[in-house]
C-alpha cells in the first residue's frame, strides 16, 4: 500500500533539516495540498514532483502548469525548480517506465517550464 497524506506529520522535522531545497512529489492527489508545505517552508527551493513516473499516462502541459501555480503561491519563481515524483529509474533492475513515455513526460516538463519563464519572468 502507498502512503498517502499530506506532508503535515513530516513538518517538524523537515522544518528542523539546515538544508536548501526539498525535493517532495506532488504529482498524484496523495501528497495533499501544496500549502501545507508552502506554508511552513517557503524559505526554502522546492523541487516540485509534476509528473509520475509510475503511469503511461503522460500529465499534460496544463495541468503542469496549474501544479506550478499552486507552489507559486508559496514560493518565488527563482525557488521552484519542476522534477518528476521519485525519478524515472526507481528501481535497479528494471526503469519505472518506457523511454517513449518517459521522453513525453520529460517533453511535457520542458513546455510548462518555457510557459512558466515567459509568464513569471
Known sequence: MLLTGDYAKLLPALERMKIDQ?????????AGDIEVVGNALADREL??????????DVESTDYIVAKAEQA???????QLFLNTDCGFGCFASRS??????VYKKLCA???ASQILREKYS
Open 22 to 30: 526539498f525535493v517532495l512529489e506532488y504529482a498524484t492527489p496523495r
Open 47 to 56: 523541487g516540485l514532483g509534476v509528473v509520475n513516473p509510475r503511469t503511461d
Open 72 to 78: 507559486l503561491v508559496h514560493y518565488q519563481p527563482e
Open 96 to 101: 519505472v517506465n518506457v523511454e517513449e513515455v
Open 109 to 111: 516538463i520542458v513546455e
